[in-house]
Structures are given as C-alpha cells and as structure tokens.
C-alpha cells in the first residue's frame, strides 16, 4: 500500500478491535499497528468494510490524508454488490472525477436506501 494515493480496502471489522480480517475462517489480515508503521503520505483511503471508522485513526497517523469508513456494520455482500459495495464504487468513481472526498461521500450515499447511509464519515487530522 506504501506510495499509493488512493487505497481501497474490503476486509471486515468488528467493534472496538484493531484489526480486519479477511472472509470467516481465515486469520488476520491487518493490524492497526501494522498500518501506523507504514507511510502513507497524502493517501485517500476507503475502507468498505464494518467498523472501519475506527480502524481510519491508524491510517491517518501513517500519514493518509482522510480515511473513509463507517462506525457500525456495513451489509456488504459476499458474492455480489451489497450496499457498502455500492457506496464505495460511488465514491471511487466521485474522486476519479476529481470531487473533494467529503463531497464524494455525500454523492456516494444517495446511492444507497437511507437505512445504509447512517454511520458513514470521513476522518483526518484535524478530526482527530
């Protein structure tokens, strides 16, 4: 992930716990300290998966300039477009043509039922 400007992630979270694992049965796949050792500077992160907001402090301090998450579970889909899928492939596609990644989010969200858009928020160093 080093020296990318923009990264996208879909590993699952749970409350209060510092890492994100890859689908059931398979072990972690990446620590809160694993990514603050990283650098990361000026790097837009989305993490699509559930709780990831509280996964976004250790990415801005590897240097991101905003992480992207949500703060409760998020309804993907194991094997089609569930809604975080949705909002992610909109943001993706909002920054791409070059919107602020707040007002990405906020294009991102109209695309999904109101029921998914709650807990959804940007953080960076000035949030925190």
């Given at each position: 992930?080093e020296n990318?400007?923009?990264?996208?992630?879909?590993?699952?979270?749970?409350?209060?716990?510092?890492?994100l694992?890859?689908?059931?049965?398979?072990?972690?796949a990446?620590?809160?300290?694993q990514v603050?050792?990283?650098?990361l500077?000026?790097?837009?992160?989305?993490?699509?998966?559930?709780?990831?907001?509280?996964?976004?402090?250790?990415?801005v301090?590897?240097?991101a300039?905003?992480?992207?998450?949500?703060?409760?579970?998020?309804?993907?889909?194991r094997?089609?477009?569930?809604p975080s899928?949705?909002?992610?492939?909109?943001?993706?596609r909002q920054?791409r043509?070059?919107?602020h990644?707040?007002?990405?989010?906020?294009?991102?969200?109209?695309k999904?039922?109101?029921?998914?858009r709650r807990?959804?928020?940007?953080i960076?160093?000035r949030?925190?």
């Open positions: 992930m990318s400007r923009l990264i996208y992630i879909r590993l699952h979270g749970f409350q209060d716990q510092p890492y694992y890859g689908d059931p049965g398979f072990p972690t990446l620590t809160a300290q603050r050792e990283m650098e500077p000026g790097s837009l992160v989305f993490l699509e998966g559930c709780y990831g907001y509280q996964f976004g402090r250790a990415f301090d590897a240097g300039r905003a992480v992207v998450g949500c703060d409760r579970p998020t309804w993907g889909r094997w089609r477009m569930g899928s949705v909002v992610g492939r909109e943001w993706l920054i043509q070059g919107r990644y707040t007002r990405a989010l906020e294009a991102a969200l109209v999904v039922p109101p029921v998914y807990g959804w928020a940007a960076n160093r949030s925190i």
